[in-house]
């Protein structure tokens, strides 16, 4: 049936004068040119039906996609990407020169189909993302266009419901065990009964996945505003220790009496707070006044919405690093002479164990030093200050060690303070360490010389002044004179090479 009959005119028509119908005729005319027969599957159909803006536009064509791809970037200036060796999935990204953002991207995905359109829309995973458009309809005029659509994915777009084609839609690719959540957390739909009880059949199916691909459906549903609010679905599925089972073993394990939770929901508590915190989520047991206590500026938004690598930012991968901070308590866990229980030592061992995961997982070097320096740090900023600020060495020595990761770590002593007391917070608490947070992002944007002092000697004056001989030595006692120029004992060379004079028999 055609759009028009079928009442679906007015969802399209929005395309008629935009990119996406230009870039849509550019690649149908061009694949027309090389005679290979192609359509528009999934996401584009199911979006332009919601009346959503998507970026990413699949293909399916009836010849190599591997061949195709590359063809089809060539012509339009794009990059190719391989995606699927095996599946022979390829994929072209485009810059859109006229967007706003000069990291404004099209990517678009080709995938090779055999038989019939029909026989294809078959063995992909969710009657939403089985509907399909031939492409080169899209040279003739908005009247021709027909919707194909033979599972009824129009049907269940209605009713909000992610249903999949086929049982055996998981055993054939489990990575759609982590897209049925991550779809239906985008588009606000239930996942139906059927299919949720072949998720938690073949969730083990996950471990067996590509971690790149892995990678790829853990950000995208962590990008989503609330995205902790999802977790524990993904438990109750058998997907997030499927994905994570170094966290099984966080289940059930009491912590002192100031915990609202035991290790592994009050995992998940944090990642809801660290949302909360970075005003992409709500936290139930919190009034407004406990938000607005805590820091926020553009500047601090700027900062976690860094991208870090590939569909990555700060802000995301801190959510994954609130979700693994306390994963080796388990193994750490201790009761000392007076009969409270430990943890000594699980902050190390949890940012080696957070390390593992992420290269698991085909993170980038960049990703896992961040994430495994937050676990590794999370305490320092409860550590700084005993009942008065932070002194100005406490806070050098604080950021000599983080570096950039710093100010995210100072958000996940939040979280962890939120989930850590749950419905019992104690508002004059929660002032006192905001009030030490923000005295120390204070000093990060506004006293440069704590972070990062001026250079007032280097290497060649102790060899030269001091006639001493490389080695790490050298090192120590300039490590040394930055803490004291830190803490404000020194501010020009004179009193710098002064101290050094007085110092350096200790470095002997």
């Not at 694949?31 to 699949?58: K, M, P």
């Not at 006229?98 to 829309?121: C, H, M, R, V």
């Not at 001091?466 to 060379?493: C, D, H, N, W």
């Amino acid at each position: 049936m055609g759009f028009a009959e079928a009442g679906l005119k007015d969802s399209f028509s929005s395309l008629l004068e935009s990119k996406v119908w230009l870039l849509l005729t550019k690649v149908g005319n061009f694949l027309a040119e090389q005679d290979i027969e192609s359509y528009i599957v999934g996401g584009l159909v199911r979006d332009v039906l919601l009346g959503r803006d998507t970026a990413d536009i699949d293909f399916a064509v009836a010849s190599d996609a591997l061949e195709v791809a590359p063809k089809v970037a060539n012509a339009l200036s794009g990059k190719y990407v391989l995606l699927d060796r095996v599946n022979r999935v390829g994929r072209v990204v485009l810059v859109d020169k006229g967007a706003p953002s000069t990291e404004a991207q099209w990517e678009l995905d080709f995938s090779t189909f055999k038989g019939n359109i029909k026989q294809d829309l078959a063995r992909r995973d969710f009657t939403i993302d089985a509907m399909a458009i031939d492409l080169s309809q899209f040279g003739k005029g908005f009247s021709d266009i027909q919707l194909i659509d033979p599972f009824n994915g129009r049907g269940d777009l209605s009713q909000r419901v992610i249903r999949v084609v086929a049982e055996t839609a998981f055993e054939s690719d489990a990575v759609r065990l982590l897209r049925a959540v991550r779809l239906a957390a985008e588009l606000g739909f239930s996942i139906d009964k059927k299919t949720e009880a072949l998720i938690r059949r073949y969730a083990y199916l996950i471990s067996s996945i590509a971690g790149e691909r892995v990678r790829e459906e853990l950000l995208r549903l962590l990008a989503i505003p609330d995205a902790g609010q999802f977790l524990p679905y993904l438990d109750e599925l058998g997907l997030l220790t499927a994905v994570f089972p170094e966290l099984a073993g966080t289940k059930g394990v009491e912590q002192p009496k100031e915990h609202s939770w035991n290790v592994f929901d009050h995992s998940l508590k944090t990642v809801i707070a660290v949302d909360f915190l970075l005003r992409q989520g709500a936290w139930e047991y919190a009034s407004g006044e406990v938000l607005a206590a805590a820091p926020w500026s553009a500047v601090l938004a700027q900062h976690f919405d860094r991208e870090v690598n590939s569909g990555s930012t700060r802000r995301l991968l801190l959510k994954l690093a609130a979700l693994l901070h306390d994963v080796a308590k388990p193994q750490t866990k201790a009761i000392d002479a007076g009969g409270r229980l430990r943890f000594l030592g699980h902050a190390k061992e949890g940012a080696a164990i957070a390390a593992n995961i992420l290269e698991r997982l085909r993170f980038s070097a960049k990703e896992v030093k961040l994430v495994e320096t937050v676990v590794r740090h999370h305490l320092r900023p409860g550590q700084m200050s005993h009942d008065e600020l932070p002194s100005r060495r406490a806070i050098y020595r604080y950021f000599r060690d983080t570096g950039e990761a710093g100010i995210d770590i100072l958000f996940l002593s939040l979280a962890d303070h939120l989930a850590t007391r749950g419905p019992h917070l104690i508002l004059s608490h929660w002032q006192e360490h905001i009030q030490v947070v923000e005295y120390v992002l204070s000093q990060r944007f506004h006293e440069e010389g704590i972070v990062r002092p001026p250079k007032l000697v280097d290497g060649h004056d102790l060899i030269k002044t001091f006639a001493m001989s490389p080695g790490p030595k050298i090192g120590e006692i300039l490590e040394a004179v930055r803490e004291a120029q830190a803490s404000g004992e020194l501010t020009t060379r004179q009193e710098a090479l002064d101290y050094i004079e007085r110092v350096r028999e200790k470095y002997a």
